[in-house]
C-alpha cells in the first residue's frame, strides 16, 4: 500500500488505483484504506469527525479577519 501511496501523491488517484486493484471495494472503503494507512485515524468515520473542529476554528479566523477589516 505504502508503493501505491509514494506513487500517486495525490489522495484522489491514490484512491482511483486502489478501487482498480480491487475492484469489488467501494469509494468508502477505499478512502478508509487510505486514511488509515496515510493518519493516525483508525477508520474513515474518526478522521470525519476530526475535521468538524478544525472547520470551525477556519470559520472563527475567518469571522475575525471580516471584522477587523470592516472596523
Known amino acids: ?3 501505491i ?3 500517486y501523491k495525490s489522495p484522489l488517484f491514490t484512491i ?3 478501487r482498480e486493484i480491487f475492484p469489488d471495494l467501494s469509494l468508502i472503503e ?3 484504506i ?3 494507512a ?3 485515524h483508525k477508520s474513515l ?4 469527525g476530526s475535521l468538524l473542529p478544525d472547520v470551525e476554528e477556519l470559520d472563527r479566523l475567518v469571522n475575525e479577519s471580516e471584522n477587523k477589516n470592516k472596523n
Open 1 to 3: 500500500m505504502d508503493e
Open 5 to 7: 501511496i509514494d506513487k
Open 16 to 18: 482511483k488505483k486502489i
Open 30 to 32: 477505499a478512502k478508509e
Open 34 to 36: 487510505f486514511v488509515i
Open 38 to 40: 496515510t493518519s493516525e
Open 45 to 48: 468515520s474518526d478522521y470525519q
